[in-house]
């Protein structure tokens, strides 16, 4: 079992930057793949990035690759989503999840565990 918690989520200008950080709780974060979804109002939650176990692969949704970059420190227990050059579409309430997998994971339906969301809201 483990626990999510995301941070860093807030209001920015087009064209701005967010970092957002996902703790989560246990002692065998390594073991776990991780990935970042979002999801605007009336529409799917959808993938955003996902990285391996180890951090050595990644995953990104055409949309935002280029702009945003997912990474992980495992001694911290804690994975991160550098978002860039942020557009008013990118506009959502983002969420971590986890599985216990070592591969990249792009699909909802192959998490089992999320966190309770962080709001992000780019005005024009």
């Known amino acids: 079992q483990v626990q999510l918690v995301e941070s860093g989520g807030g209001l920015v200008q087009a064209g701005g930057s967010l970092r957002l950080s996902c703790a989560a709780s246990?002692?065998?974060?390594?073991?776990?793949?991780m990935g970042w979804f979002r999801q605007a109002p009336g529409k799917d939650r959808d993938i955003v990035a996902a990285i391996s176990n180890s951090g050595g692969s990644t995953y990104y949704v055409d949309s935002v690759k280029g702009r945003f970059t997912i990474s992980r420190d495992n001694a911290k227990n804690t994975v991160y989503l550098q978002m860039n050059s942020l557009k008013p579409e990118d506009t959502a309430l983002y969420y971590c999840a986890a599985d216990y997998s070592l591969g990249v994971r792009r699909f909802v339906s192959q998490y089992d565990y999320w966190g309770q969301g962080t709001q992000v809201t780019v005005s024009s």
């Open positions: 246990g002692r065998t974060f390594s073991r776990y793949a």
